[in-house]
């Protein structure tokens, strides 16, 4: 298996997995997202809390150029983490949640 089918697998398994967690407040569910002809994995809420549309994702990943791409985490368990600890290098974790030229900051790949 290469890194890149190495990775869509880890990938989708923690997708699945934060897609396994079920809100504790509102009629709301998880629900997967998931493009393999173009790397694309999402995790979205949608339902009701209360008398409020609940409706937009809860993490986004891509796999671009060899890299997982975070283009969004709102989670409080930081997703990044848990690719790293699942054995994603951190050289090939990419924030695109932080611009360009911050990323240098972190202690992920820049691009």
């Known amino acids: 298996m290469d890194r890149t089918d190495r990775y869509r697998l880890i990938v989708r398994r923690t997708i699945e997995e934060y897609a396994s967690y079920k809100p504790s407040n509102g009629q709301i569910d998880p629900e997967i997202v998931i493009d393999p002809e173009r790397d694309h ?3 979205m809420h949608i339902g009701w809390d209360g008398p409020r549309r609940v409706h937009g994702s809860i993490v986004h990943l891509d796999i671009r150029d060899g890299k997982v791409w975070v283009q969004y985490d709102g989670t409080s368990r930081p ?12 050289e090939d974790i990419v924030l695109g949640f932080h611009p360009a030229e911050i990323r240098h900051h972190t202690d992920y790949a820049v691009g």
Do not use: D, F, N
């Open 41 to 43: 994995y999402e995790v």
């Open 79 to 90: 997703i990044a983490e848990a690719l790293v600890e699942a054995g994603i290098p951190r």
